[in-house]
């Protein structure tokens, strides 16, 4: 088989992509949500993103360095995995060392795998990548989780003053980014960024939700994804300000998410999330989430 390789070229190619990692769901950690991903101005550069094609022009892998998230995301034609993920990897080097110094760059970048791909696994640490599950400072792993649409969903209603409400389109996009670089400690989220997963063809505005205060003031936001054709969900992401967690205001739009995904026939939620039993961890299996793939996070420095 003779594979070749190009950068990203438009909106076409990330059709491409989606419809690859959703025809192979089962091998990748990311597919519903991805419109919230490929909106990151990581793809701004053409040349963050790798694609794969056989001599019959069928996309068979991508590649993005995903720089708001250190992560490189990727998805592979199952049948030609053996033979490009090798590729994958060697071009991941070149573009990592490339990109040094800029603002795509990183020192370090993060592949994720499900714990059952051991070829991926063999390749990754082939390739120089160390599994972080296990390391002495900072180790790291994840887990991807799901509940049944059917099971019903807890009902918890806001704080007295507080309301939920799908965000206002572009006009709050601002406030939104605001409020989410305050939650995650972070300036990565960009207005483009926001305005961009607001005008995807797959964006529902019905699953766009924030709580505002008494006081007019986004506090709190959970977005979901819906796939029409599978009829999943994926909520990505959830916070809440540090000024309000008091009223438990994140169970408050999560629920109000799941409830929304229901309303339109989801047969399965997913998210995911660290594999450490923090917080949120707890708010998701309190939710009726279990855990049904372990997720390995693996590292190289460069």
Known sequence: MKITQRNYSGKQDKALMSALARQFAENNLHVIDLPYRFSSWALDDPENVRLWFDEHGQM??????????WTIDYACHAEAESAVFPEILDWTDQHANRILGTEHGHSCWFFCTFSGQAERMRALERAGFQDQSNVAEDPWSKVLMRRSGDAPVKVYQPPAGFTVRPLAGEKEAEQYVELHRSVFGSKNMTLDWRRRTIQ????????????????GQLVAFCICWFDDATKEGHVEPLGCHKDFRQYALGRV??????????????????????????????LY?????????????YRKDY
């Open 253 to 282: 739009a999560f629920s109000e998410g799941l409830r929304r995904l229901q309303a339109l026939g989801a047969h399965n939620i997913f998210l995911e999330t660290d594999s450490y039993r923090n917080t949120a961890f707890r």
């Open 60 to 69: 068979l892998a991508w590649v993005v360095f995903n720089t708001p998230f």
């Open 285 to 297: 299996e309190s939710f009726d989430f279990q855990v049904i793939q372990d997720v390995l996070v």
């Open 200 to 215: 995807h063809p797959d964006y529902k505005p019905e699953l766009d939700l924030v709580i505002e205060s008494p006081s």
